[in-house]
């Protein structure tokens, strides 16, 4: 399968608790996107990566939020201290680099579902 | 925030009849994108039209761009019961390499396709 992969797909953990999830794209892809999605509302984006650098992380983004791409390749989203309002699925996304033509398609993962007890 | 804005947020057809579904945005685009999802999972790209495009088919499925009005339509046609999933548009506002290329989506609709 040479689409977008995450790991785990499913979490429970406890309130107080670290957890992380990684996240590997498509091979030729060197822009990857992480995405926060509640229930009943569409994704909102959290940050993304151009090859290894992070380029733009949203308000949603808390400092208890970090994430990481080391070698361009693989991604990981670590939370710390996890609240129950983390509670979501996390979703990753990866596309090509530009064209002239503007920014490229999306290809998402299946998601990490998150709940916090 | 969220940008676009789906409309109806819910739609119930019969097999055979086709859907249409619409939506809205704000702010100026380079494109738009449709994406299907299915109860739990995640999503699956259906569809990219950019600003400068007004019509494009993929299958059963046709999307119009009318950046005048800042919306889009979504038909699905000749529809199956597998159909039946959320569906999202959301708009990218990246013109220009390094630009961030985040998406904006809507809240999405729910289409049900009764056999």
């Known amino acids: 399968d040479t689409g977008v992969s995450q790991d785990p797909r499913h979490k429970i953990t406890k309130r107080g608790q670290n957890v992380t999830f990684r996240c590997d794209p498509i091979?030729?892809?060197?822009?990857l996107y992480w995405y926060r999605q509640t229930l009943g509302q569409g994704p909102e984006f959290l940050t993304y990566f151009q090859n290894e650098a992070q380029l733009e992380k949203s308000r949603l983004l808390s400092d208890r939020f970090s994430a990481e791409r080391p070698k361009g390749s693989f991604s990981t989203l670590e939370i710390q201290r996890t609240e129950q309002g983390d509670s979501a699925m996390y979703l990753c996304a990866s596309s090509l680099p530009w064209t002239g033509g503007g920014q490229e398609t999306q290809y998402f993962g299946p998601g990490t579902r998150l709940l916090v007890l | 925030s969220q940008q676009g804005e789906e409309d109806p947020q819910a739609l119930s057809i019969q097999e055979g009849e086709n859907a249409t579904m619409n939506c809205s945005y704000k702010?100026?685009?380079?494109?738009l994108q449709w994406y299907r999802q299915n109860s739990g999972r995640g999503l699956v790209h259906l569809i990219l039209?950019?600003?400068?495009?007004r019509e494009k088919h993929s299958g059963r499925l046709r999307v119009t761009l009318d950046t005048s009005k800042k919306s889009s339509s979504l038909l699905i046609t000749a529809s199956r019961a597998a159909d039946t999933a959320s569906y999202f548009c959301?708009?990218?506002?990246?013109?220009?390499?390094?630009?961030?290329?985040?998406?904006?989506f809507g809240k999405g609709i729910t289409l049900s396709v009764r056999p």
């Open positions: 091979s030729e892809h060197n822009r």
């Open positions: 959301a708009t990218g506002a990246g013109f220009y390499t390094g630009a961030n290329s985040k998406l904006t």
């Open positions: 702010t100026s685009i380079n494109n």
């Open positions: 039209i950019r600003s400068n495009e």
